[in-house]
């Protein structure tokens, strides 16, 4: 069966599209079928991994496209459903749609008749809470909820503990808080070990061990490939590796 997960937090910059590419490809490298879906109009998804496209997300929604031609090459068994701002046109539709409840049915119904051929559907959620990440939230399972270290210790983990709690409770939604993912994560910083601390306390199982912060993600993301490709001795590798296995081994 289909594995449906969203990386979601609304807060941006947290590295939701760096942990789909990385992910994405960390599984595909394994022999699994992956389809990644950006659901962002600032489209990093089709830009970190270097991928052109004809058709869009926006084409899919519209029903300019059948999805499965929607769906591009991006790596072996990795393909992509790539955005760009025109998605902003396709949720501006989505608004005017007379049925409301069919808009917010759209993506999950059209992904729906492309999943089969795939083992994981990873969506890249966009910052902000928009009716097409409510739509997002309709179709996946499972959430992966990056956070970064370092806003945590900025604005308190509390108030953030308890964001994360509402986040998998939307209407209408199947969802589970399936993994909280520390990102950014320092362990020469004390701070860090103490915030990751409460969150294994709160979270237990449901913690992820963290990627730890690493330029060389940055630069695979700006050179257009995956930190396996583009540096695979880098902690960055090292820990997208570990999150890899823990998923395949929840599987
Ligand atoms: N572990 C990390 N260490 C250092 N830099 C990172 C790490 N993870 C991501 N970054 C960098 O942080 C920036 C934001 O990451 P990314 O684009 O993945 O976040 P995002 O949550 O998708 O952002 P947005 O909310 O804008 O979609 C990028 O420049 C990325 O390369
Ligand atoms: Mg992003």
């Known amino acids: ?89 396709a949720e501006g539709e989505m608004w005017r749609m007379r049925d409301s409840k069919a808009a917010r049915q759209l993506l999950s119904n059209r992904l729906r008749e492309m999943e089969h051929g795939y083992d994981y559907v990873l969506l890249d959620f966009s910052p902000s809470a928009s009716i097409l990440s409510e739509s997002g939230l309709r179709y996946v399972r499972e959430l992966i909820v990056p956070v970064s270290m370092g806003y945590l210790a900025m604005v308190g983990t509390r108030q953030v503990i308890e964001t994360l709690r509402h ?17 950014r994560y320092s362990s020469r910083l004390k701070k860090d070990k103490e915030v990751l601390s409460i969150l294994r306390h709160h979270f237990e199982e449901r913690l992820a ?17 995956t930190i396996f490709e583009y540096s695979p001795r880098s902690t960055g590798a090292a820990d997208y590796t570990r999150l890899v296995e823990r998923v395949l081994s929840d599987g």
């Open 209 to 225: 061990d963290p990627i730890r912060a690493s330029v060389k993600l940055t630069e695979a993301n700006s050179h257009h490939m």
């Open 167 to 183: 986040i998998a409770h939307t209407p209408g939604s199947h969802v589970r808080l399936y993994l909280i993912l520390p990102t």
């Open 1 to 89: 069966m289909v594995r449906r997960i969203g990386v979601l937090n609304y807060k941006g910059g947290t590295g939701k599209t760096t942990t789909v590419v990385n992910l994405g490809a960390g599984l595909a490298a394994r022999g699994r079928r992956v389809l990644g879906v950006d659901l962002d109009p600032q489209g990093s998804l089709a830009t970190c991994l270097g991928v052109r496209y004809t058709y869009s997300l926006t084409h899919m929604l519209l029903g300019q496209a059948q999805p499965y031609n929607c769906a591009v090459h991006a790596r072996p068994n990795f393909d992509l459903i790539a955005s760009d701002s025109s998605l902003l046109q």
